[in-house]
């Protein structure tokens, strides 16, 4: 399968500060991304949507001041958390589409921030 | 609307015996389904996919998976689990009549393989 890598794994920081997570695909280069929020014992829930060249494309209720996505290019995508607040501590995936209703999506490892 | 039912929280079974893990799902067009694994503070693994043909679909370390359009469910097997299946399981499903190529997921089920 593909390689995603996403850093950094887990990040702490301060309340009001911000926190930028990469995602990268490794051996592919992909037009879609997707970033998905999880919390504990819960599913994915998607925040949002990507093309490379175009603006994300955010799901209900997902801020996108707070939570902006730069697709910089077919293998790199950031997701930065502005003014980051205790309630935004989460696990954060990226996922890569390689395009097609057919296909597989391919995840990172994850990012665990905590809010303090 | 596209989404995907996985009714079980937690599965619990012994080393060696068979483990099933249930997913129903609902889509207006053809559906794409999908199963991932995902392991304590991971990103999610692809096991397997049905897009079309045969029924039984069969993936990654030893799972498959029966798509069954009259009963609109997609479960993943194996017959003889190990104790390093236990992870937490994600049911997927891509409508093709939806917008956008999202995929949803079932709330996932934790998988516990005892010794």
């Known amino acids: 399968g593909a390689v995603v890598s996403q850093h950094p794994s887990r990040v702490i920081c301060k309340s009001g500060t911000s926190v930028k997570i990469e995602c990268r695909s490794l051996?592919?280069?992909?037009?879609?991304m997707f970033w998905y929020r999880q919390f504990p014992k819960q599913s994915l829930m998607l925040m949002a949507t990507?093309?490379?060249?175009?603006?994300?494309?955010?799901e209900q209720g997902v801020e996108k001041d707070k939570f902006l996505i730069n697709h910089a290019s077919l293998t790199l995508s950031t997701l930065t958390v502005t003014s980051a607040h205790p309630e935004d501590s989460s696990f954060y995936i990226c996922s890569w589409g390689k395009g097609g209703w057919n296909t597989e999506a391919f995840f990172g490892q994850g990012t665990r921030l905590t809010v303090v | 609307a596209q989404s995907v039912a996985q009714p079980e929280d937690q599965v619990n079974v012994a080393e060696g015996n068979p483990l099933t893990v249930k997913c129903t799902y609902s889509v207006s067009g053809n559906p794409y389904l999908f199963w991932y694994v995902q392991y304590p503070n991971r990103g999610l693994q692809f096991l397997l996919k049905y897009i079309t043909g045969d029924n039984l679909v069969k993936g990654s370390y030893g799972f498959e998976a029966e798509f069954n359009k009259s009963q609109t469910s997609f479960h993943l097997k194996k017959p003889s689990a190990l104790v390093s299946d236990s992870a937490l399981y994600f049911c997927a499903v891509r409508d093709s009549q939806a917008a956008g190529n999202k995929l949803t997921f079932g709330g996932g089920t934790r998988v516990l393989v005892k010794p």
């Open positions: 990507s093309n490379e060249g175009s603006k994300a494309t955010y």
């Open positions: 051996d592919f280069q992909a037009t879609t």
